[in-house]
């Protein structure tokens, strides 16, 4: 049985804000998320799949995930 953490941890990450200044805009256009401020941090929330595709934009844009 799926943990809930690892339920979470497929369909969000969480990063400081400063890592998305100049890519939060293509990201909301370009995948279907929603991104919450959280303060310091942003949510990116979405399906597993596009969670997965975030993660790879993200990466190429050289933006380090947790």
Do not use: C, H
């Not at 049985?1 to 805009?25: E, F, K, N």
């Not at 995948?31 to 990466?59: M, Q, W």
């Amino acid at each position: 049985m799926a943990s809930p953490s690892g339920l979470r941890d497929s369909t969000q990450i969480v990063l400081p804000w400063a890592s998305l200044d100049g890519v939060q805009a293509d990201l909301e256009a370009e995948f279907t998320v929603t991104v919450y401020d959280e303060g310091n941090a942003a949510r990116i929330i979405g399906s597993p799949v596009v969670i997965k595709e975030v993660s790879e934009y993200l990466v190429r844009q050289g933006i380090s995930l947790p």
